[in-house]
């Protein structure tokens, strides 16, 4: 298994989530959030670029850009663009990243530093071991799950 950006998002917001979506029980497609953030994206998605399983937002002065609408799970967007990076790293390309926040036009710089890649790397076993589990993690109510698509899912 080969995690994606999203596998990393959703480690750091909800592992049940995580375990859900890599078995492929997918809550999204009605999801109001999951719309606006398409809607924010739009503008950019001629500039994307995809590359193995990730879909970078946009390449801006040869810096990898990811769009955020909120500052609400900053560990997971940092996270998200330390793997756009890692990945272009294993292609020779060395280069960082920049996740713009789009309420209040904050932009935040994302390195790939050694230790980055030596906590990211640990975050892919955690990840790849948790989505091997037979069975999803119990439900942990956290701050996310009030908006979360997967909420009837878990909480019904």
Partial sequence: MTPSATHLNYYFTCRRKLWLFNKN????????????????????????????????????????????????APEAAEFQVLYYLYVLKNHGIMTSGIIKYKENNRLQKVELTQDNEKKLRKVIKKIKKLCLQEKPPFVKKNRFCKRCSYYDLCFS
Wanted: with cysteine.
């Fill in 25 to 72: 029980i997918n809550c999204e497609h009605d999801s109001d959030l999951v719309k606006v953030g398409k809607f924010y994206h739009k503008k950019y998605e001629k500039d994307s670029i995809e590359l193995d399983n990730i879909k970078i937002d946009k390449l801006r002065k040869g810096k990898v850009f990811e769009l955020k609408k909120k500052k609400t």
